[in-house]
C-alpha cells in the first residue's frame, strides 16, 4: 500500500531554517504530483507546495511564496520542503500527500490528494 512518512520536524527560532523530507514508498512516484500542506491548532488544512510529477512545474500558498522551496528526487522517492526565513505564523503540522497524475501543472485542493503522511510538526519560536 502507499505510505508516505514525514520527518525533519522539530523546534527553530524565527528567522532559520528546516528542510522536511518525506519519503514515499508503494507507489510509482514518477506517476504522482506531490505536496506540502500543514495545519496549525484550530485552523483548517491549508495548502503550501506542490510539484508536478517531473519537477519542471511548482506552485506555492501566497503567504510562503520566496521563502520556502518545493523539491523532489524521483530516484529516492523523495520530496523535499525547505524552508527559510521561518516566522511564528508558519507553526504548524505539515503534511506531504500525493496526486496521481503526471499533469503539467499541480494541484492545490485538500479534496484531491488520495495519500497522505503522518504529519510532522515545526515550531517556530519568536
Known amino acids: 500500500q502507499v505510505q508516505l512518512v514525514e520527518s525533519g520536524g522539530g523546534l ?4 532559520g531554517s528546516l528542510t522536511l523530507s518525506c519519503a514515499a514508498s508503494g507507489l510509482t512516484f514518477s506517476n504522482y504530483a506531490m505536496a ?3 495545519q496549525a491548532p484550530g485552523k ?3 495548502f503550501v507546495a506542490a510539484i508536478n510529477w517531473s519537477g519542471g512545474s511548482t ?3 501566497d503567504s510562503v511564496k ?3 522551496s518545493i523539491s523532489r528526487d524521483n530516484a529516492k522517492n523523495t520530496v523535499y520542503l525547505q524552508m527559510n526565513s521561518l516566522e511564528p505564523e508558519d507553526t504548524a503540522v505539515y503534511y506531504c500527500a500525493a496526486d496521481l497524475g503526471r499533469r503539467s501543472a499541480p ?4 479534496s484531491i490528494y ?3 503522511g ?5 515550531t517556530v519560536s519568536s
Open 12 to 15: 527553530v527560532q524565527a528567522g
Open 36 to 38: 506540502w500542506f500543514r
Open 44 to 46: 483548517e488544512r491549508e
Open 59 to 61: 506552485v506555492y500558498s
Open 66 to 68: 520566496g521563502r520556502l
Open 107 to 110: 494541484r492545490k485542493l485538500v
Open 114 to 116: 488520495p495519500y497522505w
Open 118 to 122: 503522518q504529519g510532522t510538526q515545526v
